[in-house]
């Protein structure tokens, strides 16, 4: 009687080819397919990394056109509101002249001219008509005296004693300074005040009234 072990031995020896068989039609399909699906498979991990890359650089793109477009619309704006800066500058010398001549006229007093009083009356009127216009192009007059000094708008040209007032406040103004939209334009040429009281903390570290402004005009 056989074995029942040995039956299957047999039977597993019988089922697998011979060492140096050729293989069968089967055998030959399955590692292609084998093959097929593992080239696949590498396929498609390679177009998905293609993917990921292809999508980080159209965000980055993206992110940078979207920057440049708002620094362009800043320089745009920037490039419209201080146009005018080099031109206003050179006008802030005749508004002092005129100032000068109306401070001239009226150091006579009431003995003055009538001439010369109906021509201040006119070069007043020009200054008046030369602030609307340079106020028009966002370019405004400070207007610092009996308050506190503020290094964003101001230049300390000297100290006078006066205790009257706190110590830090503008007491004379020397030249007008103006401003161009949020930039500095000219700072005011202006004499402070010291020898009276403590000012509180506001007036000793002054802040700007509006934001900081750049003197890069």
């Known amino acids: 009687m056989t074995d ?17 068989a050729p293989e069968t039609d089967e055998q030959r399909a399955d590692a292609t397919v084998e093959a097929e699906v593992t080239e696949t498979v590498d396929r498609t991990a390679e177009l998905e ?3 990921t890359d292809m999508r980080d650089r159209l965000l980055r793109s993206h992110a940078e056109m979207e920057n440049l477009r708002r620094r362009t619309e800043r320089e745009v704006q920037d490039a419209k509101r201080y146009a005018v800066s080099a031109f206003a500058r050179d006008l802030l010398g005749v508004a002092d002249n005129l100032r000068r001549a109306l401070d001239a006229a009226a150091s006579g007093g009431e003995n003055a001219d009538p001439t010369l009083a109906a021509l201040a ?3 007043e009127l020009t200054e008046r008509e030369l602030l609307k216009t340079l106020e028009k192009n966002g370019v405004k007059k400070l207007d610092p005296k009996g308050k506190p000094f503020d290094p964003h708008h101001h230049e300390a040209v000297f100290e006078a004693p006066d205790p009257s007032v706190p110590a830090g406040t503008v007491v004379q103004v020397m030249q007008d300074g103006y401003v161009i939209g949020d930039r500095i334009l000219r700072p005011a040429m202006v004499g402070v005040a010291r020898g009276g009281p403590k000012a509180g903390a506001s007036a000793a570290e ?12």
Not at 4 to 20: I, L, R, V, W, Y
Request: cysteine-free; proline content about 11%; overall charge negative.
């Open 206 to 217: 002054p802040t700007p009234t509006t934001e900081s402004l750049d003197r890069t005009v």
């Open 49 to 51: 990394a293609a993917v």
């Open 4 to 20: 029942p072990a040995q039956s299957a031995s047999m039977t597993d020896e019988h089922a697998k080819p011979a060492a140096g």
């Open 121 to 123: 009356q006119g070069v």
